[in-house]
């Protein structure tokens, strides 16, 4: 990544700002915790920006969160081939939206690492998500994901599942 947020292409500051990615993040968080009944673990939040942000991850997604993700590798093998790669790549920029969210309290990390969107911290996203089809359907993804997860078992499970390491 570029030292200097101005030496980032413009495309790059619009989509990928430490402020929109970590509407989705606390997005992910809160669906994740309305299920689990407990923060999202730290290491599933690294997961999240890969796959809502534009990739052929995103669009091969299922739309039900009841869906296996065993079930959806099995249909797209070529998840586990690209997903370390792409989550390699986001690590920089989840830890940068991480930090902005936790540093303006919309996110909070308990002693156990798990993840929680602070409640009005961050206000609706009606007003983004009408903004484009494609930043409602990102933010659409995140809460999904948040939602899968929580149904998909621990992090070591999901994480295997993805062909990762935690």
């Not at 079930?71 to 989550?87: F, K, M, N, Q, T």
Request: with cysteine; hydrophobic share 45%.
């Amino acid at each position: 990544m570029a030292n200097s947020w101005l030496d980032r292409p413009r495309d790059y500051r619009c989509l990928h700002n430490p402020a929109y990615c970590g509407i989705l993040l606390a997005r992910a968080a809160k669906e994740y915790e309305d299920v689990a009944g407990h923060g999202m673990p730290l290491p599933l939040a690294f997961l999240i920006l890969p796959l809502s942000t534009p990739t052929l991850f995103r669009a091969s997604l299922p739309n039900n969160a009841a869906a296996s993700i065993a079930g959806w590798i099995a249909e797209h093998p070529y998840v586990r081939v690209g997903l370390a790669d792409s989550v390699r790549n986001s690590l920089a920029l989840t830890r940068e939206a991480l930090v902005f969210c936790l540093q303006r309290r919309a996110l909070a990390v308990n002693s156990a690492q798990l993840v929680s969107a602070v409640p009005r911290r961050i206000g609706s996203t009606a007003e983004l998500e009408r903004a484009s089809s494609m930043t409602q359907e990102m933010i659409g993804k995140a809460r999904f994901l948040g939602r899968w997860f929580a149904r998909s078992g621990g992090t070591s499970t999901i994480y295997f599942m993805l062909g990762l390491k935690p």
